[in-house]
């Protein structure tokens, strides 16, 4: 099993970046695609962005393609998600979470994903 701890939340203004960190520990990194998801207060876990084991394959939705990029560092076993162009939309807590282990092309299907961090709260004034 692999273990994950997200970091980099806060509150920001209409227009500011944050970027978002997973940490992972346990089982070898390289072993999961992993992907990002939010959920606002009174709304379903939405899919925000995902990304193969190596780091060649990324998918986004369309709420924040353009704005947002993920992105991952095997040797220090972290994921990322650079968030630019911030709104008050993209309030939300946000969760890594990785799929299953050897699991090829990731899914943005949030019931799939084996693993879950605690979430970290992103907060976008205007």
């Known amino acids: 099993q692999v273990q994950l701890i997200e970091s980099g939340g806060g509150l920001v203004q209409a227009g500011d970046s944050l970027r978002l960190s997973c940490a992972a520990s346990?089982?070898?990194?390289?072993?999961?695609?992993m992907g990002w998801f939010r959920q606002a207060p009174g709304k379903e876990r939405e899919f925000v962005a995902d990304?193969?084991?190596?780091?060649?394959?990324?998918y986004y939705s369309d709420s924040v393609k353009g704005r947002f990029t993920i992105s991952r560092d095997n040797a220090k076993k972290t994921a990322y998600l650079q968030m630019n162009s911030l709104t008050p939309e993209d309030t939300a807590v946000y969760y890594c979470?990785?799929?299953?282990?050897?699991?090829?092309?990731?899914?943005?299907?949030?019931?799939?994903?084996?693993?879950w961090g605690q979430g970290t709260q992103v907060t976008v004034s205007s």
């Open positions: 346990g089982r070898p990194f390289n072993w999961f695609a």
């Open positions: 990304i193969d084991t190596t780091g060649s394959y990324t």
């Open positions: 979470a990785a799929d299953r282990p050897f699991s090829g092309v990731p899914t943005t299907t949030a019931s799939l994903y084996d693993v």
